[in-house]
Structures are given as C-alpha cells and as structure tokens.
C-alpha cells in the first residue's frame, strides 16, 4: 500500500505535535507523509521538522477557512485528515470534511465542549459532581457557597475552557470574592464539588456505535503547575498508564448515556476526564471531543 498523505490541523499546537511523533514513531505510519495546517502563533512548531509541509489557514469563522482546507486536501493529495483542535471538531461535525476524518457527532459535540450544558445533561445520573452556577455579582457579594459546606471548585465553564484557566479551590466566600474580583472577564462560575482524589482519563475510540479500543492514564503531574493558582495546565510531564475498569465502565456510560440523549451513535476518539471524590467514587469532569496529548 503506498505511504498515507496525512493532513493534521491546528499542527504546531502541543497535542497536534505530540500526535505527528505517534505517527513517526508507529511501524504502522513511519513511512506516511504530514501536511499541517495551521493559524499562526506557536511558529516553533512551523519549523521544528515534523511535517513535510505546514500551511497557515485560518479560524473556522472565516468565510473561506472551507474552501482553505478543501484546496491544501486536493493540492497534497491527502488521503486522510486528523482535525485537533475544538472549534475544529465543532465547525467540521455538522459539515463533510473533504478527506475522511474521525469526527463525533454534532449534537454530542455541542454539548460535550459545554462544561454547563455537560453537566446540565448527567445531572441525574450521578456521573457528575455536584454544582451550580453562581454569577459573578453573587461572589463579590460574598454570598455563601452553599454545596456541602467543604472545599469548593471555581472555574470558568466556557465552551472550551481548559487547562485550569480560570479556576481555583475555595472554602470561603471572602475567598470566592477575590477570585472573582480578580478575574472580571469571566461573568459566572461553576461551582463544583472538590475532588480531591486520582486524576484519571479515559480515552474511547467509537466507531458507529461500536466501541473499539480503550485505554485510562493517571495524570500525576502537570507541566508547570506551579505557576497556576489551580495547579492544572493544559499538558502533563508525569503520567501513568492504568487498568482500571472502574474508570473505563464510567467512561463509556458517560459516552452512551449522552449519545442516547442527542439521539446519536458513539463515534469517533473521544477523552473523558475523571476524579475521585473524598469517598474514592468516580466522576467525570469532562469530555474531549478531539485527540488528547496522551493519546
């Protein structure tokens, strides 16, 4: 069979470069051919060697960024197409993608990049912590927390959001108010149940339905987590590969229960993010629609 041309967007970001040396390092893929496609700013990753080609394109806003992608897939002749980042996943869900490309459905996807439309669709379940939305103008009033009077999660709840930005442990209103004094540009918050226990994820490849691999990782320690308040960044420099069939069984419910309500098949390679609660129980923080670092 002769090498794949493999076009990956949002190229020189971390997870998409950590994806391309997967690629060279597998046996399977040594031999195929990386075109990358990407917006500009991290120009390390333009020059750093991984792809034959990188071209800069544009945010899926833009009138043209189809047309954009759809002309780099027929001039290298890509045979298929890895699409990184979210707004990527997002934009190209609802929409035929000129290559064949692994994409979840767009109703679960949706919902699945909305940390309160998430959390709002497994409430019932008891999959998620415990939470509610609180203004910022109810934290600067130093109104109480209210959960289960213990530590508490504050964060930005986005579409989007990760890597901690935005978030903070609290166990007062004096200290919720000056998170939120601090951080004018966030309107609201999710407050959540701490969990303070393992910080595992689980990454499930779907294929119509069809679940087709599965694999969990501890992350135990985050690059440059120091310099966050939250002590959570966007990529890890430790890391453990796990069994743990709790965390995959969850996982996967998690997936098909939301699958269920959007009305969709399970499809495509999807990371859910879980932590133990003070019990030691389970719950799932969040789901990535789009390759993780580790996988």
Known sequence: M???????????????????????????FADARLVGADRGGNWYGFY????????RDSEPSDPGYPELVAEICR???VDVAIVGPEAH????????????????????VEVAISKSKLYDALRETGFVPKYRIASRDELLARHELELDGGPVWLRDYSDGSSSGIGSIQVTEPEEAYAWAYLNPGIS???????????NIACSLLFYEDALLKASCYER????????????IRGNINRGRLINDERA???AEQAVRFLGRLTGEPAHGLLTVDLREDRTGALKVTEINVRHVAAT
């Open 75 to 77: 001039k290298e002749e």
């Open 220 to 231: 135990l320690e985050y690059f440059m987590g120091h310099l966050a308040v939250s002590g």
């Open 248 to 250: 995959r069984t969850l």
């Open 188 to 198: 609201s918050f999710m407050v959540a149940e701490h969990l303070p226990g393992r």
């Open 2 to 28: 002769a090498p794949l041309n493999i076009l990956v967007t949002g190229a020189c970001g971390v997870t998409p470069r950590a994806i391309a040396r997967s690629v060279r390092a597998s046996s399977l």
């Open 48 to 55: 750093e060697g991984l792809y034959e080609r990188v071209y």
């Open 89 to 108: 996943v997002l934009f190209w869900s609802s929409r035929e993608f000129p290559v064949p490309a692994l994409l979840p459905p767009p109703g679960f």
